[in-house]
């Protein structure tokens, strides 16, 4: 069994919907109602982890890994009759 853990895991997640926020302090922008949409996930998003997981889980589907039906977070990758890789 592997583990991984991933810097910046969050800021990695692509986003499925249209998120808009006010600029942070100090940020100059040309009008002060201005907002700032955002182009990919951030930390304190609520959508961040599950944008996250989805991206992960696409990825490891795409070279072969099945999830597990009792466990979302464990994906093992079987060939033949063995298991030969499990995250």
């Known amino acids: 069994m592997h583990q991984l ?3 910046n895991t969050f800021l990695h997640g ?5 998120i808009y926020m006010v600029p942070p302090p100090g940020l100059d922008i040309p009008h002060p109602n201005m907002v700032c ?12 982890s599950t ?14 890994f099945q999830r597990s039906r009792n ?4 994906f093992r990758k079987v060939q033949g009759t063995s298991i030969v890789n499990q995250i």
């Open 5 to 7: 853990n991933v810097n």
């Open 14 to 18: 692509d986003l499925d919907e249209e």
């Open 37 to 48: 949409k955002l182009r990919k996930s951030l930390y304190g998003l609520k959508e961040a």
């Open 51 to 64: 944008q996250w997981h989805a991206k992960l889980s696409d990825t490891l589907r795409s070279i072969g």
């Open 71 to 74: 466990d979302y977070s464990v």
